[in-house]
């Protein structure tokens, strides 16, 4: 693939200048556009061999475009921070807002290569981490973000004889802002590089993320190129969305539910403990929940627990009882409430990723990205293609979290509409509870069989071998908080 | 996943009754829309247990639409005319056109699982198959063919239970329109087929292509529920395309090309070959071909070739050479001509796909599915998201074929535009060359540059290392037709 990026180019400096005027022109005309509907993001991955000129494209981009819609995204080696995360992590955190423009330079695609190349991992694993990269583009690209996938080419020889020059000048523009390859030295290691890239070109080259090739050998050439693609990119991005279908006409949701069970409705909800038993049972659960936190193994583990369920139903409780068995200073709880305008600026995952305990830690989540597919499906915030789209989504997201070690315990509180309205009534009348209950709860009980049906769908799509629900019987708060003590232990027991 | 379908459900058939009125009139509707508009198809697949319903939800589909717009594909053992195709071959072959619906029994899941659960795959061959699948379905979502998967679910031993009465009963509508999983018989066969039942649903439930998962223990729920899940997917076909984005603003071939060379401008068109060598090489290369292809092991694989280029670079002189050395009854030229309404009313590859040869034949595409990224793209005949797409899709569709041990030999037969004036004033002035030069010829040529670009970037982006292509410098005939035939020897031969 991509052969004509191997041919050579001889455009002068002339040349480049007759071009350059109506380039900058429109950039900075699409990028005001971009920045003023707000309604996408544009990721720009400059990526090649070293010596290929990234450092002068980027900062090519900083003269033709506004510097202040424009962050540079540039990774390295991973810092201690990062190590101590997920893979994905770091390029999450960066994630630029509706309206603005970033240029990554060491993209999501070096690591993987760069380890393939050195013979760390199998070929097969650096193709299940290309369909991970195309599964993560998808959703970006589904959520708004543009991407302008670049690669710089340089032939080996070229790079290297390049390279020596620029150790020699010491000319600020010409110092590579990235050196990322120089650790593939060997022959062999060269050939598995070479290998690893025709595999990257054609498994994620994608019709809404394809790569562009730009032959580096001319940097007035390979500059106007990247203005180019970015200049493709951002016209693309400021294309008017296409309108929302109505939404009443799109999806199973809509229709009335056939009678039927639910996993919600086939809950014993009669389940309760004495308090002799949960004394008794809770201490020896929290000595081992103690214990199994505490190993040095679980160092190098993470633990999320996603708390979700019906208003009231006691997730505040249950936390409340882990919390007492775990370091204070290796947990935390993140109470979910409307995003903000931050957050609302990006894909819907990000505020979630952003959260993501380091390892060793244990990150609780009192309501989650779950709200995509309960609040967000059943008040109508999003479109059911949309919310049909995020259990995919959440799933490739989850995977992601447990293929690098982390633990996921999702849990759904449940309590009948009769008791619901017990603990309602019972909080209006004590004065420091009051607080918990507002208007919108009230609300919330109106589409009780909308939520109800949300829930069982939710669970039937989201509930994989790697991470499963677990439903919780909370009619009875002490059999409650058991069952999410006991789920918990002895899933860090297995 | 997908636990609420192991609930027990007890509809009755009154309820049933009091329900089915309203589906079966809006399925009606649906359908009626669907028809009047021709803007997509819909394809229901029927997958499940043996035992679960597959034929009475059929009938009652036939019952519930118009026998008219409906199509059942239903796949069981391939035939030898399928064997002898690549996997997908079938499927294809049976796309319903738009404005219709397909029921299909025994879709494209069930080799893969059975295989799977009798141990002729490993689990990796298994996820690679799932990977293809759902490669193979967004492109049919894209191409506008909606899907809607249903599994119906039975446990075990309900289905056996259920089967050993219907051989006992003999009811035309309870008996089993396909036996599927009769093999599957010991109890590690099962639980690899309930594994891969868990890894099918995780990785191909996605956003455009949902699995859902019907519980069969009471017909009339199942049955409704089909109904159900197929009026949701025909009143997302109807709703109304988004408007097409304004074409100049969306990509860089919108952009007038850089200066630079093309892989066709790198070309030396100077090579030429004198008489006297061409006989002896064509003789020998051409003996050599016979040889290749009448050995046993020929029999075991496919021949593809496709000849693009330049109108009048001389693609039917070449191809004549190759037939010569062909076994005329095993070898087939198509010509490309503008679509057919039938082919119109269907995904682009499909024309293509039904003219993939059988195994031991030679198939020759005089112009390809590369239509799509030359003429299609240069007329402005889609959009270029669709053309960009395309390529993606067409490295998907090779490797299908690949995949499936057949050879694919790709040429770009190149001439200058000065030696396509000289063919087109000689064919005008010959006779019986005449009707081989139209209009549309010399249109062609206003637009080099542009084809010239397009052709460009599809060698960029097709020529991927199962399916490299060949450029071919066609200034000189004799010259082309060595490299032709030398390229097919030496492939065959490799």
Chains 1, 2 share one sequence.
């Not at 020699?168 to 062999?188: I, L, N, Q, S, Y």
């Not at 309501?367 to 995509?372: A, C, F, I, K, P």
């Not at 939710?458 to 509930?463: H, K, Q």
């Amino acid at each position: 693939m991509f052969d004509s990026a191997r041919l050579p180019h001889d455009l002068t400096k002339e040349q480049f200048g007759a071009l350059e005027g109506e380039l900058h022109e429109q950039l900075l005309d699409a990028q005001f556009e971009l920045a003023s509907s707000a309604a996408k993001s544009v990721l720009v991955l400059i990526n090649g061999s070293d010596g290929a000129g990234k450092g002068g494209a980027l900062n090519r981009l900083y003269e033709w475009l506004d510097p202040h819609g424009l962050d540079t995204l540039a990774y390295e080696a991973p810092t201690e921070e990062e190590r101590l995360r997920p893979f994905a992590w770091r390029y999450w955190r960066d994630m630029p807002a509706k309206g603005r423009i970033g240029v990554v330079l060491g993209s999501w695609y070096h690591p993987p290569l760069l380890a393939r190349a050195l013979g760390e991992t199998t070929r097969r694993t650096f193709k299940q981490q290309l369909t991970t990269i195309n599964e993560f583009e998808a959703m970006l690209a589904a959520e708004g973000v543009a991407l302008c996938k670049i690669w710089l080419h340089l032939d080996h020889k070229d790079a290297r004889a390049r390279l020596k020059k620029i150790t020699r000048v010491d000319g600020d523009d010409a110092r590579p802002v990235v050196r990322e390859w120089a650790e593939v030295d060997t022959r062999k290691e060269r050939r598995r590089l070479a290998e690893a890239g025709v595999a990257m070109a054609e498994e994620t080259s994608t019709g809404p993320a394809p790569w562009f090739l730009i032959p580096a050998d001319n940097r007035y050439f390979a500059e106007l190129s990247v203005g180019r693609c970015v200049l493709a990119t951002l016209t693309a991005a400021n294309e008017p969305s296409p309108p929302k279908p109505a939404k009443a006409r799109r999806s199973l949701a809509a229709q009335k539910p056939l009678p039927g069970p639910t996993v919600i409705s086939a809950l014993d909800l009669s389940k309760t403990v004495d308090e002799k038993t949960y004394e008794e049972e809770s201490d020896d659960l929290k000595a081992r929940l103690t214990r199994e936190t505490s190993r040095a193994s679980f160092e190098k583990r993470g633990l999320i627990l996603v708390f979700e369920g019906n208003d009231a139903a006691g997730k505040g409780g249950a936390i409340q009882r882990v919390r007492q068995a775990l370091d204070p200073r290796r947990f935390r709880v993140h109470g979910v409430a409307a995003p903000t305008d931050e957050e609302r600026a990006r894909p819907y995952l990000w505020r979630f990723w952003r959260k993501v305990p380091r390892r060793g830690h244990i990150g609780v989540f009192d309501r989650s990205w779950y709200g995509r597919v309960l609040v967000e499906r059943v008040e109508g915030y999003c479109d059911p293609a949309d919310w049909m789209r995020a259990y995919d989504e959440i799933n490739d997201f989850e995977r992601q979290l447990t293929d690098s070690d982390y633990t996921l315990v999702k849990f759904w509180l449940s309590i009948s509409a009769d008791e619901q309205m017990r603990r309602f009534k019972a909080r209006e009348a004590t004065p420091v509870k009051r607080y918990k209950i507002t208007k919108e709860d009230w609300r919330n009980r109106d589409k009780w069989g909308e939520y109800e049906q949300a829930v069982n769908d939710m669970v039937d799509r989201t509930s994989t071998s790697r991470a499963p629900w677990t439903l919780v019987e909370a009619e009875d708060k002490r059999y409650a908080r058991l069952k999410v003590l006991r789920t918990i232990v002895e899933t860090l027991e297995a």
